[in-house]
């Protein structure tokens, strides 16, 4: 069983792709941890698949996952995870906006603090911003997260860092729990990992706003919002239980 797993979510990423699995496949390469890397294509229509299988010639520690339609990147990531057989697995997005390197501070708090979750984030005082979102996303995020500290997850500084890393043997069961699909899936696996008694650090990291996204922000907002109160309310009606024993 290797160390760690590197899980890429990826849909309808062919301009972004290479340079960021290239990326993660010289870390894996260079870390002598055992570590492998994982994408999970959701569902995409361009050149995303070709890319990847290009690759795997070049680096045979590159595994690739087929979702047959677009299902969500929360469901990307979730596939990913349980198919893993490391010890950790890193979900990092394409747009490289934290460093992969950035990896090794997650694995090695979440060892030293005993943690089953690592959320890298970018609102500490040990973080490095390197390049600023635009003011309109800044304004949406820190809204954002005041309200999800507000309804659900109080203490966390940065739920939605598309940087996080889990310790398998204890969040396999968690992420087997959580149904949200899009981007709010990281406010139900971290609001079920606290309910079941699960250990959640925030690690600072570098990080820098990535160029290419096709997200729409009003509509991801939106989308967040309604997840935040499906989760809010499973949560406070017990509909996650505590978990198995």
């Known amino acids: 069983m290797g160390t760690l797993s590197i899980i890429m979510p990826a849909h309808n990423e062919e301009r972004r792709l290479e340079r960021s699995l290239r990326s993660a496949a010289?870390?894996?390469?260079?870390s002598g941890m055992g570590i492998d890397v994982v994408v999970v294509d959701d569902g995409s229509s361009d050149r995303t698949v070709e890319i990847v299988n290009q690759l795997q010639r070049e680096h045979a520690l590159i595994h690739l996952i087929l979702h047959d339609r677009n299902r969500g990147k929360g469901m990307a990531v979730r596939?990913?995870?349980?198919?893993?057989?490391?010890?950790f697995a890193l979900f990092s997005d394409v747009d490289e906006a934290v460093p992969i390197g950035e990896a090794t501070k997650l694995l090695d708090s979440a060892?030293?603090?005993?943690?089953?979750?690592?959320?890298?984030?970018?609102?500490?005082r040990g973080?490095?911003?390197?390049?600023?979102?635009?003011?309109?996303?800044i304004a949406v995020s820190r809204a954002g997260n005041l309200l999800i500290?507000?309804?659900?997850?109080?203490?966390?500084?940065?739920?939605?860092?598309?940087?996080?890393?889990?310790?398998a043997t204890t969040m396999r069961p968690v992420l087997e729990r959580v149904t949200t699909s899009g981007f709010g899936f990281d406010l139900e696996v971290l609001a079920?990992?606290?309910?079941?008694?699960r250990r959640i650090i925030e690690v600072p990291v570098t990080w820098a706003h990535g160029?290419?996204?096709?997200?729409?922000?009003?509509?991801?907002?939106?989308?967040?919002?309604?997840?935040?109160?499906?989760?809010?309310?499973?949560?406070?009606t017990g509909r996650y239980g505590r978990g198995p024993e």
């Open 26 to 30: 010289d870390f894996a390469a260079d």
């Open 79 to 87: 596939t990913g995870v349980l198919a893993s057989e490391a010890e």
């Open 111 to 124: 060892i030293a603090q005993e943690a089953d979750v690592a959320i890298g984030t970018r609102y500490h």
């Open 127 to 137: 973080s490095l911003i390197t390049k600023r979102q635009p003011w309109p996303r």
């Open 149 to 167: 500290r507000a309804l659900l997850l109080p203490g966390l500084r940065d739920t939605q860092c598309g940087f996080k890393l889990f310790r």
């Open 192 to 197: 079920i990992a606290r309910a079941w008694g």
């Open 211 to 236: 160029e290419g996204s096709t997200l729409r922000l009003g509509q991801a907002a939106r989308a967040v919002l309604g997840d935040l109160l499906r989760t809010t309310w499973r949560l406070r």
